[in-house]
């Protein structure tokens, strides 16, 4: 069965340190999406790709990179890590087919950052 | 700009009816979405409506009004194990393939 996975599942690190959240998905989806979700905020979008060498912007990118070499993975990247980034990450992938953009998500990373 | 509202806690009984509303204000529209996201879980979809009216699946139905930018979710028959946070999402008009998210609802179901 196709799936998304992420990892790690829980990650603590220290201030300053550059951290690398994975992300791999075998359903072949174009899209693919890396969020934050904290208590009172909901999901914010930090990155997003619609495709090989295609990444964005969202509404939380500060801090945050993310590169795009093959469909399956889409690592985020955390340059330097500050407590303000202590949050539950969630990867999502997504097939655009007409309006249903269904997204599949991954279990989620808990980064603490110390 | 773009909203998205919902009610942030709903507390209901075991084997009762509750209705979830979303009302949304966002520029371009190209169909509505509910997810269910259990505490410590990742969200996972529920509903998606692109046209007016409701779309029933199983004890889950979801309703659409896109002239009133409004839409539901009722749970009938609840069961204990529908306590979760339900959160709806819309997406944009043509190629954007990106949801915006409502903050959730926190439903609780007791005995």
């Known amino acids: 069965d196709a799936e998304i996975t992420q990892s790690p599942r829980h990650k603590i690190t220290e201030t300053g340190r550059q951290v690398t959240l994975a992300c791999h998905q075998t359903w072949n989806h174009n899209n693919m999406f890396w969020y934050r979700q904290d208590l009172g905020h909901g999901l914010r979008l930090i990155h997003y790709s619609y495709g090989v060498q295609d990444t964005n912007k969202g509404e939380v990118s500060d801090g945050y990179s993310v590169s795009r070499s093959n469909t399956e993975d889409l690592p985020l990247t955390l340059e330097s890590a500050a407590s303000s980034q202590t949050s539950v990450y969630f990867c999502a992938s997504s097939e655009f087919s007409g309006g249903n953009t269904e997204a599949f998500f991954g279990q989620g990373t808990r980064l603490t950052v110390v | 700009g773009q909203n998205i509202d919902q009610p942030t806690e709903m507390t209901a009984t075991e084997g009762a009816i509750v209705q979830i509303n979303c009302t949304y204000q966002?520029?371009?529209?190209?169909?509505l979405f509910w997810y269910q996201q259990h505490a410590g879980e990742a969200p996972t979809f529920l509903s998606y409506n692109v046209l007016d009216g409701l779309e029933e699946k199983g004890r889950f139905s979801s309703f659409l009004s896109r002239s009133k930018g409004y839409s539901y979710l009722l749970l009938k028959e609840l069961q204990m194990k529908d306590s979760a946070s339900y959160l709806c999402a819309v997406t944009g008009a043509g190629n954007n393939r990106k949801l915006i998210w409502g903050l959730g609802t926190s439903l609780a179901v007791n005995p």
């Open positions: 966002t520029s371009g529209f190209n169909g």
